[in-house]
C-alpha cells in the first residue's frame, strides 16, 4: 500500500537501504523488508522475510518482525536470517533480545541464537560481520538441501534433488559462477554427482 515502503531483491542481487533515521539495511538475495512511510522516529519497526544485516543508529527502540519471532535493538549490528524453518539471529555490536516461540534472549556482541521448531538454543562466533556481505556463505554441518537452496538464491538457477539426508561443513563463494560452486559442495561429497540440464537447471543425484 502506499503508506508502506517495501524493498523486495531477486534470486541472484543483494542491496543496500538507508533508512530515514540512516540506519544501513543489507538485504541479501531473494530477501525483502517494509517498514511505514511515515512517523519513522516514533516507530522504528521494520517486517523482514530472507535474510538482512542491519546497522542501526543509537536511538528508541528498533524492533524486526520475521514469520517465527521479533528482534529487537536499541542501537547496534547485528544479522536476521529467516529461511525455511529457522531463525538465525546474531550481535555483532551492542545489544539484541530475541523473542520467538515463547522464549526470549539477549544476546551480546559474539553471540547468536537459532530458534527451530520453537526450541531456541545460542551459538557463539568471532566474525566482525556475516560472511554473506562479504560474498560468501560458511556451514557446519547443515543439511546439504539447505545449502543447494542457498545456491539457488545467490545463483538464480534450479537444482533438483531428492532432498540427500547428508550434512555439509564447508564455504561457498557468492563470487564463483553457480558450476564452480556445486563443484566445491557437491564434490566435496563422493556419493552423489552433479549435472547440468540447461543453463538454469542442474541436478544433483547419487553417482
Same mark, same amino acid.
Given at each position: 500500500?502506499?503508506?508502506?515502503?517495501?524493498?523486495?531483491?531477486?534470486? /541472484?542481487?543483494?542491496?543496500?537501504?538507508?533508512?530515514?533515521?540512516?540506519?544501513?539495511?543489507?538485504?541479501?538475495?531473494?530477501?525483502?523488508?517494509?517498514?511505514? @512511510?511515515?512517523?519513522?522516529?516514533? &516507530?522504528?519497526?521494520?517486517?523482514?522475510?530472507?535474510? /538482512?544485516?542491519?546497522?542501526?543508529?543509537?536511538? /528508541?527502540? *528498533?524492533?524486526?518482525?520475521?514469520?517465527?519471532?521479533?528482534?529487537?535493538?536499541?542501537?547496534?549490528?547485528?544479522?536476521?536470517?529467516?529461511?525455511?524453518?529457522?531463525?538465525?539471529? *546474531?550481535?555483532?555490536?551492542?545489544?539484541?533480545?530475541?523473542?520467538?516461540?515463547?522464549?526470549?534472549?539477549?544476546?551480546?556482541?559474539?553471540?547468536?541464537?537459532?530458534?527451530?521448531?520453537?526450541?531456541?538454543?545460542?551459538?557463539?562466533? $568471532?566474525? $566482525?560481520?556475516?560472511?554473506?556481505?562479504?560474498?560468501?556463505?560458511?556451514?557446519? &554441518?547443515?543439511?546439504?538441501?539447505?545449502?543447494?537452496?542457498?545456491?539457488?538464491?545467490?545463483?538464480?538457477?534450479?537444482?533438483?534433488?531428492?532432498?540427500?539426508?547428508?550434512?555439509?561443513?564447508?564455504?561457498?563463494?557468492?563470487?564463483?559462477?553457480?558450476? /564452480?560452486?556445486?563443484?566445491?559442495?557437491?564434490?566435496?561429497?563422493?556419493?552423489? @554427482?552433479? $549435472?547440468?540440464?540447461?543453463?538454469?537447471?542442474?541436478?544433483?543425484?547419487? @553417482?
Amino acid at each position: 500500500s502506499y503508506s508502506q515502503i517495501t524493498v523486495e531483491t531477486q534470486m /541472484a542481487e543483494k542491496t543496500e537501504v538507508r533508512l530515514p533515521d540512516n540506519s544501513l539495511v543489507k538485504l541479501n538475495a531473494a530477501s525483502s523488508i517494509s517498514y511505514a @512511510r511515515w512517523g519513522w522516529k516514533e &516507530n522504528r519497526s521494520i517486517s523482514l522475510s530472507g535474510e /538482512a544485516y542491519f546497522e542501526v543508529e543509537k536511538c /528508541a527502540s *528498533f524492533v524486526v518482525s520475521t514469520s517465527k519471532g521479533d528482534v529487537s535493538v536499541l542501537g547496534t549490528s547485528f544479522n536476521v536470517r529467516d529461511r525455511d524453518n529457522r531463525l538465525e539471529v *546474531f550481535c555483532y555490536t551492542g545489544k539484541v533480545g530475541v523473542e520467538g516461540g515463547g522464549q526470549e534472549e539477549i544476546l551480546t556482541p559474539g553471540e547468536g541464537v537459532v530458534l527451530e521448531n520453537r526450541i531456541m538454543r545460542k551459538e557463539t562466533d $568471532t566474525l $566482525t560481520s556475516p560472511n554473506w556481505t562479504l560474498g560468501k556463505t560458511l556451514y557446519k &554441518n547443515r543439511p546439504l538441501s539447505e545449502v543447494l537452496s542457498e545456491l539457488e538464491i545467490q545463483f538464480n538457477v534450479k537444482i533438483i534433488h531428492n532432498n540427500p539426508s547428508t550434512l555439509y561443513t564447508g564455504g561457498l563463494s557468492h563470487s564463483n559462477d553457480v558450476e /564452480a560452486a556445486l563443484e566445491i559442495v557437491v564434490g566435496s561429497i563422493n556419493t552423489l @554427482r552433479h $549435472t547440468k540440464i540447461d543453463s538454469r537447471t542442474y541436478k544433483v543425484e547419487n @553417482r
